[in-house]
């Protein structure tokens, strides 16, 4: 009987986890299958609960319930405490380990563009759990960072939390050297954030991580006007070939997991 593994969250159809990971588990010819969870929040305890019996390998975490696990599992990473979200889980010795490869992900997407962040400005739009990780892990980079959200109280919650600046959302934008999308504004091609109106945008680096496409219009529009750009498509690898790694403890197969990638996104656009 195949070991379970897979995805937790909510309205997760569309989800192309299961493509990559289930790619590398053929190339590796591990017993294992990687299934998607769609869960009541009430739920999750008695869930994990059959998964201990069961023996399963672990799960990744999505939407909404990055938070809400840290208060159903045993021990949590240092990472995911730092970002307040776990997103990768592992079962061992009956017992759950919470971590986060959301910042793993980000960090190898602007390695992978060759975005040094170091002494950058960074500017972030977003105020939610994806804007938490990216902050985490820019700041790690020695970067300066500015977050930009609609919502007074989620700004301050950022200003208590990191060594950050924080700004209302404007189509004004101050100097940025990098900016992040951690929105979910570009997804399906509806929206953007702003783009600066009269900055060069030579050497500047713009990275959104919405996936689907793989180039939104925020990145479009940048690339345009000469712009480096950094999909999310790469940020999703990169957090999968971490979790990966934890859940199955064997080396990542990354280009079998990125061509299961680009395989299931080309579905999505038929």
């Known amino acids: 009987m195949k070991r379970i593994s897979g995805l937790i969250g909510r309205d997760i159809s569309y989800s192309l986890s299961p493509a990559m990971h289930n790619k590398a588990l053929d190339k590796l010819g591990i017993d294992a299958v990687y299934l998607l969870f769609d869960l009541e929040k009430d739920n999750l305890p008695d869930f994990l609960r059959i998964m201990i019996d069961v023996g399963a390998l672990g799960f990744n975490v999505t939407i909404p319930y990055k938070e809400v696990i ?3 599992i045993d021990h949590i990473d240092s990472d995911a405490a730092g970002v307040r979200a776990v997103n990768t889980l592992i079962l061992l010795n009956n017992k759950w380990y919470g971590y986060n490869t959301d910042i793993y992900g980000i960090e190898r997407s602007f390695e992978n563009a060759n975005v040094n962040l170091k002494d950058k400005i960074v500017g972030i739009f977003g105020t939610g759990g994806a804007s938490k990780a990216a902050v985490y892990s820019i700041l790690k980079q020695e970067a300066k960072v500015w977050v930009m959200g609609r919502k007074p109280e989620k700004i301050a919650e950022f200003s208590r939390l990191y060594d950050v600046e924080t700004i209302a959302w404007t189509e004004d934008l101050p100097y940025f050297d990098v900016l992040v999308n951690a929105t979910p504004l570009g997804k399906g091609s509806i929206g953007m954030p ?12 713009f990275f959104d991580m919405v996936y689907s496409p793989v180039y939104t219009p925020f990145l479009i529009e ?5 712009g480096v750009v950094i999909s999310g498509i790469d940020m999703l690898l990169y957090q999968g070939v971490k979790a990966f790694e934890l859940i199955f403890n064997n080396e990542p197969p990354v280009e079998d997991m990125r061509q299961g990638l680009l395989e299931a996104t080309e579905q999505l656009l038929k």
């Open 70 to 72: 840290m208060e159903l």
């Open 194 to 205: 702003p783009l600066p109106k009269e900055q060069d945008f030579i050497g500047k680096a």
């Open 222 to 226: 940048a690339k345009k006007k000469g």
